[in-house]
């Protein structure tokens, strides 16, 4: 009995040696992901998306509520595009509800889908996860 629990012990130990090595890999490494770097509009439409409490129904990348579509290429999705936005933001529609945004808004808003469409497509059937659990993505603007 006490050599089983030693073994135990002995196993749990290098298991969560192997877990911290691991974690202290991925965590501590100096790799960044591509930065993003958001126009006054976008930040502004950013801010409105935010305080407007879009990502409760809506997803960015998958990421938010589903009661709504994703948005995260609505501007270069065919057959939709600024106007697209534009005219449900105002309107409503089934279950969103009317916001009365001035126009101004209306283009912040359309900024921020547009350089967040800029990033890349989601989903993204070409991801590549690698064996360390980095995943590397095309992004649109990449050639």
């Known amino acids: 009995?006490?050599?089983?629990?030693?073994?135990?012990?002995?196993?749990?130990?290098?298991?969560?040696?192997?877990?911290?090595?691991?974690?202290?890999?991925?965590?501590?490494?100096?790799?960044?992901?591509?930065?993003?770097?958001?126009?006054?509009?976008?930040?502004?439409?950013?801010?409105?998306?935010?305080?407007?409490?879009?990502?409760s129904c809506h997803q960015l990348y998958g990421l938010g509520g589903y009661l709504g579509p994703d948005l995260t290429n609505i501007y270069s999705t065919q057959n939709k595009g600024p106007l697209y936005i534009k005219s449900f933001l105002n309107s409503g529609i089934k279950a969103m509800p009317k916001f009365n945004f001035s126009e101004q808004e209306k283009e912040a808003l359309v900024s921020f889908l547009q350089q967040v469409?800029?990033?890349?497509?989601?989903?993204?059937?070409?991801?590549?996860?690698?064996?360390?659990?980095?995943?590397?993505?095309k992004y649109k603007n990449e050639k």
């Open 1 to 55: 009995m006490e050599n089983n629990t030693q073994k135990n012990i002995l196993v749990i130990t290098i298991l969560v040696t192997i877990f911290s090595i691991y974690n202290l890999s991925i965590y501590t490494s100096n790799k960044k992901g591509k930065v993003i770097q958001l126009s006054e509009n976008a930040i502004q439409g950013e801010v409105l998306w935010q305080n407007n409490n879009c990502w």
């Open 117 to 137: 469409d800029s990033t890349g497509f989601y989903p993204n059937t070409n991801a590549i996860i690698k064996p360390n659990g980095w995943v590397d993505i």
